[in-house]
């Protein structure tokens, strides 16, 4: 019945052989293991797509933590007879795979232009192949059960035909249309970028007054900014019209210093009272904001930046000088004129994009929008419906004033490596996120009706980080109703970030990164979950500890002790899983009843998505209320009744410690115990 165990447990000598057996058994497929596929009572389906990690990517803690998430919902599912399905992919990154291929490129001073498009692509195509996969064999590391048959990736042809039809939907429907407008643009990267791809550093700068003269008056008005350079591209001054201060001023005009340009003054809600002087400047063509105002009020745009971030003709004697050098000069001419009234410092939030860190310059350009209007009303409607579910459910306001607070999507990038815009004569890309948020259904094969889309969509689950809440999640959730009339998923689980232990973001060039694959070379891929899980308690952010590695590897080996000891203490007696139903002592009655309570704490904990409180109840009934009581407690018994309640309860305690910890557990129950039939696919305990 059993085989004595080694006496210390070591990962390195089990977690590969047990991976291997799992994964060429087929038992990660829900259609390709006998077992799986043929069981009657598999009639329910649960699916969950793996947010896909950029090919650029290596696995991160919060890649670690939101796997382990998942892994533990699938095989929870699995082993309580659905039929699971768990999708694994990649993305491609257009920005930030193009950067790390041209980095690569410029080390053996060769640049993308030299190239041309074509070859450029053949080389990140090389790239891809030879680095895109290492995140997604990373993942096995931590044991995670995903059917690699359905690997995806965001430009594999099936993948490629969805976005044209997506993109041809829209279009046709008229959701889609190209248009000038002022939108965020990196110099560096030669892109557009939508505000969700923007990230913002405080940045101590200054507020300059500058001084404005009233046409056919000796009179000025001052207005504040905290760029100077922008003035020369100004079409118009605004106010609030329910400032009392200027509302006298409202349709006159100004004389645009250094420009000798009149422009008028007009009224606009959007202007904050409170800021500078109450008085804005207004240059549409540089900023989001502006360009609204000047739409509302017919202002004329004057783009003053160019893409190259250099000052263009319309800045006149400015012209071709880099931004910094015409803030210094503007500052210079305007004090030489006695136009400045006063400096100010200022601390202020700074766009910066988000691949190459580079402050971004709002620049008048044509790109490809779609209309937000429609789309973001019924992603809202859903959740406001209930129909799809925030953990924990304050991100519901993150989602939701996103959604009402929305813009149009411009969705054309100026790059190489992508999804070409399916207009005839077009040579942009679409935006990363555009082929992202058709990823629940199109990784089940739509448009076409597979029996993947028909079995497993809509899937049940989506678990992801909070800074993609709109990057990601909310477009996913319009997509899917406006492509397949169904919501993509039920429940959206925002699991916790992963800090430094000192509470700062993790960052490898500040140094405060840890790579999780040297914590699973260290610890095993058991304990490294369990220390990630041990410490996601209720939402909150996570300052990582190490410590509790350490203690996920003293639970994986106080569970092969306890083990070895209820092997050891049947010997090669045929004793049977079962609760005995005589005989039974008070200590017998109490651990039953502390099983019986563990499994609905844990079924309930696991369904409301409580991972963390989970794993601490499981641990507390597994290391005191059995080892510490029961099973030391056992050591002066040698009855039958005692082994049969020994080994029923250790078969509970690994059925429910195998979505946490699964190696151990599987080594264990098949190795040791030498089941008939693998804990993977074991039944849950009720």
Same mark, same amino acid.
């Given at each position: ?53 950029n ?13 382990t ?8 599912k ?6 699971t ?17 041209e ?40 044991? @995670? ?11 594999d042809?099936d993948?490629?035909? !969805? ?35 923007? =990230?913002?550093?405080? =940045? ?19 207005? !504040? ?29 100004v004389v645009?210093?250094?420009?000798n ?5 007009v @009224? ?14 207004v ?34 004697k ?8 015409a ?19 200022? !601390? ?22 779609v ?8 992603a ?18 993150t ?24 207009? =005839? ?11 992202? @948020? ?15 889309l028909?079995?497993y969509?809509p ?17 996913m ?5 406006e ?23 993790m ?14 070379n ?13 410490q ?23 569970l092969w ?34 099983t ?10 696991? @369904?409301?998505?409580?991972f ?18 029961y099973? =030391?407690a ?38 040791q ?13 009720k």
């Amino acid at each position: 019945m059993s085989k004595p165990p080694a006496d210390q447990y070591s990962p390195k000598n089990v977690e590969e052989k047990i991976y291997r057996l799992w994964e060429e058994s087929g038992y990660f497929a829900p259609d390709k293991h006998k077992a799986i596929a043929d069981n009657p009572n598999s009639k329910k389906t649960f699916c969950i797509t793996i947010p896909p990690p950029n090919v650029t990517g290596n696995l991160h803690m919060g890649h670690a933590l939101n796997c382990t998430i998942q892994d533990i919902l699938i095989r929870q599912k699995r082993m309580q007879g659905y039929k699971t399905l768990w999708i694994p992919g990649t993305d491609h990154a257009g920005i930030a795979t193009q950067n790390v291929v041209e980095k690569d490129l410029k080390k053996q001073n060769i640049s993308r232009h030299d190239l041309g498009r074509e070859k450029f692509l053949d080389k990140v195509w090389e790239w891809k192949k030879k680095y895109g996969d290492i995140i997604l064999n990373q993942y096995k590391q931590l044991g @995670a059960s995903l059917d690699w048959s359905r690997t995806r990736f965001t430009m594999d042809n099936d993948y490629a035909k !969805a976005v044209e039809t997506a993109f041809l939907h829209y279009h046709k429907k008229g959701l889609i249309y190209q248009g000038e407008r002022t939108i965020n643009w990196c110099v560096r990267c030669a892109t557009s970028l939508s505000d969700l791809e923007l =990230e913002y550093e405080e =940045e101590t700068g200054n507020l300059w007054f500058i001084k404005y003269p009233l046409k056919d008056s000796k009179e000025f008005i001052t207005v !504040a900014t905290t760029r100077p350079e922008t003035m020369l591209g100004d079409s118009g001054i605004a106010v609030n019209p329910k400032d009392t201060r200027y509302k006298d001023l409202i349709d006159k005009f100004v004389v645009l210093p250094l420009v000798n340009r009149d422009i008028p003054i007009v @009224a606009d809600r959007m202007i904050e009272m409170e800021f500078g002087t109450g008085l804005v400047k207004v240059t549409p063509a540089h900023d989001l904001t502006d360009f609204e105002i000047g739409q509302r009020n017919n202002l004329a745009n004057y783009m003053v930046i160019g893409a190259n971030g250099r000052m263009t003709e319309l800045a006149g004697k400015y012209k071709d000088m880099k931004v910094q050098e015409a803030r210094n000069a503007v500052v210079k001419d305007l004090t030489e004129l006695g136009l400045i009234e006063k400096i100010e410092p200022n !601390a202020h939030r700074v766009a910066k994009c988000y691949r190459c860190a580079r402050t971004i310059e709002p620049i008048l350009s044509k790109q490809w929008f779609v209309k937000m209007n429609k789309l973001a009303k019924i992603a809202a409607n859903e959740v406001k419906k209930g129909n799809i579910k925030f953990h924990p459910r304050r991100f519901e306001k993150t989602y939701l004033s996103w959604l009402e607070n929305i813009k149009d999507w411009c969705i054309s990038r100026q790059i190489w490596w992508g999804h070409k815009i399916p207009i =005839e004569g077009e040579n942009d890309v679409l935006d990363t996120w555009f082929s992202a @948020a058709l990823w629940p259904f199109a990784t089940l094969g739509w448009p076409e009706k597979t029996n993947d889309l028909k079995n497993y969509y809509p899937t049940q689950v989506l678990s992801t980080a909070r800074d993609i809440i709109n990057l990601w999640v909310s477009r996913m959730i319009f997509s899917g109703l406006e492509f397949t009339k169904q919501k993509p998923f039920s429940d959206v689980i925002i699991h916790a970030t992963i800090l430094a232990k000192d509470g700062r973001r993790m960052s490898k060039s500040l140094g405060t990164g840890v790579d999780p694959i040297i914590l699973i070379n260290k610890y095993g891929g058991d304990a490294t979950r369990f220390g990630l899980i041990w410490q996601a308690m209720g939402g909150q952010d996570i300052k990582f500890d190490e410590n509790a590695m350490m203690a996920g590897k003293k639970f994986c080996n106080k569970l092969w002790n306890a083990g070895k000891f209820v092997m050891i203490k049947i010997g090669d007696e045929n004793i049977s899983a079962e609760i005995p139903q005589d005989n039974l002592t008070e200590a017998d009655k109490i651990i039953i009843e502390k099983t019986e309570n563990i499994v609905s704490e844990l079924n309930k904990q696991i @369904a409301d998505y409580n991972f963390g409180q989970a794993l601490h109840s499981l641990y507390d009934f597994f290391w005191h209320d059995f080892c510490d009581v029961y099973l =030391e407690a056992s050591k002066k018994q040698e009855s039958a009744e005692t082994k049969q309640i020994l080994l029923y309860i250790l078969k509970i305690v690994l059925k429910l410690a195998h979505p946490f910890t699964p190696f151990i557990t599987e080594e264990i129950y098949s190795n040791q115990l030498l089941e008939t039939e693998p804990l993977i696919i074991a039944k849950w305990p009720k």
